[in-house]
């Protein structure tokens, strides 16, 4: 009997924020900590990293690890053993202005997440890159121009790119190491977003666990 065996799949968690219309009212604040001190670089990039800690915020990071837990259920994993640390996060603002998001990854995380506070069909939607298709067994076989294009159609065997179009109010949830960048809208209407990085550990109890990363409590700063 012929069967196709896929393995190794990706999973990327798109959630609901409970908290939304909550945070809706403080667009104006997440406006204003974008555009302070911007020059040409966004708050990820100039430090200002720290938006978990605004007491406006704590319902949608309450909401966040709600959807944490979700994620890693979906994986099978026990996450009543597990502790998650949100180690960075911040505003992220794009309209006709503000250039897309080139491909870039967060290898000093675990967990990466984009919530979506204003966004629309017409803004720039969220697309991840596959940067090593285990299925392309020969250079070339899945290449696109119009001189050398092999591809009858696209699917979820031959693509290196797959494309989200996110709904206001929801949460994207996926391992920090995987390729993401913004694909620029015809449009380019406003999108506000809180994007940031989570760090996953053991909690202190389950330190006999040698698979995770013990808690921070248990370390020693030298």
């Not at 908290?19 to 204003?32: A, G, P």
């Not at 299925?135 to 076989?141: E, I, P, V």
Request: glycine share 4%.
């Amino acid at each position: 009997m012929n069967k196709v065996h896929e393995i190794f799949p990706l999973i990327v968690y798109q959630g609901s924020i409970n908290s939304h219309e909550h945070m809706k009212k403080h667009i104006d604040v997440l406006r204003k900590y974008w555009f302070d001190g911007y020059e040409n670089e966004s708050p990820e990039y100039s430090g200002r990293i720290f938006l978990h800690q605004e007491e406006y915020c704590k319902p949608f990071f309450k909401d966040l690890k709600t959807n944490v837990d979700e994620y890693l259920n979906h994986l099978n994993v026990d996450s009543s053993k597990l502790d998650y640390h949100v180690s960075k996060s911040w505003v992220g603002f794009h309209d006709g202005e503000v250039p897309e998001l080139k491909p870039h990854t967060h290898n000093e995380s675990n967990i990466s997440f984009v919530y979506y506070v204003k966004s629309s069909e017409n803004s720039d939607k969220f697309c991840l890159v596959d940067k090593d298709n285990r299925n392309q067994n020969t250079g070339g076989l899945f290449e696109t121009s119009k001189q050398r294009n092999t591809i009858l159609s696209f699917n979820k065997y031959n693509c290196n790119r797959y494309t989200i179009t996110p709904y206001e109010g929801s949460v994207l949830l996926f391992p920090s190491d995987v390729i993401h960048q913004t694909l620029e809208s015809q449009y380019r209407d406003e999108r506000i977003v809180i994007a940031g990085d989570i760090r996953v550990t053991l909690k202190p109890e389950y330190y006999n666990h040698h698979q995770c990363c013990t808690h921070p409590s248990q370390w020693l700063e030298l």
